[in-house]
């Protein structure tokens, strides 16, 4: 005798509120945003000349040499920035796993601490550290490894330490339950079975861990794709990204449509990335057992 499933409307009920959230501040700002990248553009007199349809904002932007140069500076450095990420991340997340239960709380509120601060007040720090009569020139001085001080901000470097630092607390946050769930039993059992520290990390520990360096590299490519305070405060103009280009186009230059247009741009590119790393991803989550 075979049972019917039961359609009840509670589950619905239950997740409408969320529904209704996310068509209201997501999908309505979306359509919006598509269609104002539609509109021609007022000159800066106005926001956008109503009722036209144009097509002029994604044909300068993508017809332009600068602005599939500001696309492609965009996903080199949202890859290369999640790279370090997890790379930085994955060994303080494993030093972090082997505290004590207290050492372990404090030390993951002290990654926390810097995304409880203001962004601006952290990365001025940054710029502080980096800058020519900062403490890193100045030990590189001292030490005799430079005769002069070393240009640090304001250019790509500036913009890679920046986004890595702001970035790479996110992964440690997931890499850290991830660890967490491997059972010790089993690296226990390498060990006994005369495994040293470092085939026992290599044959257990990375392999079970690899679905959560899959999560961690997926988050840290999307905070990472729409850099915009460190390439805006530490960068040159070299290092605009799509998200920079957004503020220079809406508040800098008042050409709204031009400004929505990169936006929108900014979002397929993101959708792109995050597809194309459900590859890797998969295949992560494949050599650490876990179903893709």
């Known amino acids: 005798m075979t049972t019917r499933p ?35 553009s007022a000159g800066g007199a106005d926001f956008y000349r109503p009722g036209t349809w144009s097509l002029s904002a994604y044909s300068e ?21 999640a ?3 997890v790379a930085i991340g994955y060994p303080l997340a494993l030093f972090i796993h082997s505290l004590p239960k207290r050492a372990k709380a404090l030390a993951l509120g002290a990654v926390i601490l810097p995304k409880l601060t203001n962004v ?7 710029n ?14 001292a030490l005799g ?14 913009v890679l330490v920046a986004e890595t630092y702001l970035i ?3 992964a440690v946050l997931v890499l850290v339950p991830a660890l967490d769930r491997i059972d010790p039993s089993l690296i226990a059992a390498a060990r006994g079975l005369g495994a040293g520290p470092w085939t026992a990390f290599r044959r257990v520990t990375l392999p079970l861990s690899l679905p959560g360096v899959a999560v961690a590299g997926q988050l840290c490519l999307i905070w990472a794709l729409g850099a ?12 605009t990204t799509l998200a920079v280009k957004v503020q220079k186009d809406g508040m800098g230059y008042g050409d709204w449509p031009r400004a929505a247009t990169t936006a929108v741009l900014s979002l397929v590119t993101v959708a792109v990335c995050v597809a194309l790393y459900s590859w890797p991803a998969r295949a992560l989550r494949r050599l650490g057992g876990a179903s893709a």
Not at 61 to 81: D, P, S
Not at 120 to 126: D, I, N, S
Not at 146 to 154: A, D, I, K, R, Y
Not at 228 to 239: A, S
């Open 145 to 158: 490894l430079t005769s002069e001080p070393l240009l640090l901000t304001h250019n790509l470097f500036g």
């Open 6 to 40: 039961t359609h009840s409307a509670t589950p619905w009920l239950l997740a409408a509120p969320t529904i209704v959230l996310l068509i209201a501040l997501f999908a309505g700002p979306v359509l919006i945003l598509i269609r104002t990248s539609f509109y021609q």
């Open 228 to 239: 915009f305070v460190g390439p805006l405060l530490l960068g040159g103009p070299e290092q």
């Open 61 to 81: 932007l993508l017809g332009e040499r600068f602005g599939r140069g500001i696309v492609a500076f965009t996903v080199v450095l949202g890859v290369t920035v």
């Open 83 to 85: 790279a370090l990420s």
């Open 168 to 170: 790479m607390p996110y």
């Open 120 to 126: 601006f007040v952290v990365l001025y720090g940054v």
């Open 128 to 141: 502080l550290l980096l800058g020519s009569t900062g403490p890193v020139n100045r030990v590189l001085l």
